[in-house]
T-cell receptor
Framework: AQTVTQSQPEMSVQEAETVTLSCTYDTSESDYYLFWYKQPPSRQMILVIRQEAYKQQNATENRFSVNFQKAAKSFSLKISDSQLGDAAMYFCAFTAGAGSYQLTFGKGTKLSVIP | DGGITQSPKYLFRKEGQNVTLSCEQNLNHDAMYWYRQDPGQGLRLIYYSQIVNDFQKGDIAEGYSVSREKKESFPLTVTSAQKNPTAFYLC?????????????FGPGTRLTVT
């Protein structure tokens, strides 16, 4: 069974600064995908970024980027130039490769953005 | 606009009553899912369905039931057997045939049972 661990229940960042959220996972699968989801106060889950395990290059989406360390089973999210709208719960999630239906979530990190 | 709708946004029930949460999608996705979210917890999978007329239990299926009679719809019934039904419920869908199980979520239903 897969597990996903987010060791930082809460974090804060000054507006315009950079913050990194941590995520580690445990799996015996060789083919898998990792995601970061954002859940703002509206509670709508929004996909922020995804990483395919077979890709060595770290994924980037505008101000969001990941540091994927496959050997260490680490998948951190970096938010650059933080904005007030980035304040939310962030969840790391894992799914095994093609044909897998299950998505395993971490418990989340609550990010506050200080004006 | 394509998306997932859940209704109602807030639902209140008395203990001992069954209640059904609605989930509809127009994304033409084959797979649909129900998750439960509690404070301080991640999302936990209740049930999922890969295709019409088929569904599988997730990690916390006890006290819940589902049906999948149409591709677009995947209603969840919270039965009186569910010991702690008060929670936030999220529905999701995906199209695993495209090679990756990237799930899209609805806005959720907050269920309060007293």
């Amino acid at each position: 069974a897969q597990t996903v661990t987010q060791s930082q229940p809460e974090m804060s960042v000054q507006e315009a600064e950079t913050v990194t959220l941590s995520c580690t996972y445990d799996t015996s699968e060789s083919d898998y995908y990792l995601f970061w989801y954002k859940q703002p106060p509206s509670r709508q889950m929004i996909l922020v970024i995804r990483q395919e395990a077979y890709k060595q290059q770290n994924a980037t989406e505008n101000r969001f980027s990941v540091n994927f360390q496959k050997a260490a089973k680490s998948f951190s999210l970096k938010i650059s130039d933080s904005q007030l709208g980035d304040a939310a719960m962030y969840f790391c999630a894992f799914t095994a490769g093609a044909g897998s239906y299950q998505l395993t979530f971490g418990k989340g990190t609550k990010l506050s953005v200080i004006p | 606009d394509g998306g997932i709708t859940q209704s109602p946004k807030y639902l209140f029930r008395k203990e001992g009553q069954n209640v059904t949460l609605s989930c509809e999608q127009n994304l033409n996705h084959d797979a649909m899912y129900w998750y439960r979210q509690d404070p301080g917890q991640g999302l936990r999978l209740i049930y999922y369905s890969q295709i019409v007329n088929d569904f599988q239990k997730g990690d916390i299926a006890e006290g819940y039931s589902v049906s999948r009679e149409k591709k677009e719809s995947f209603p969840l019934t919270v039965t009186s057997a569910q010991k702690n039904p008060t929670a936030f419920y999220l529905c999701a869908s995906s199209s695993p045939r495209e090679g990756i199980n990237e799930q899209y979520f609805g806005p959720g239903t907050r269920l309060t049972v007293t």
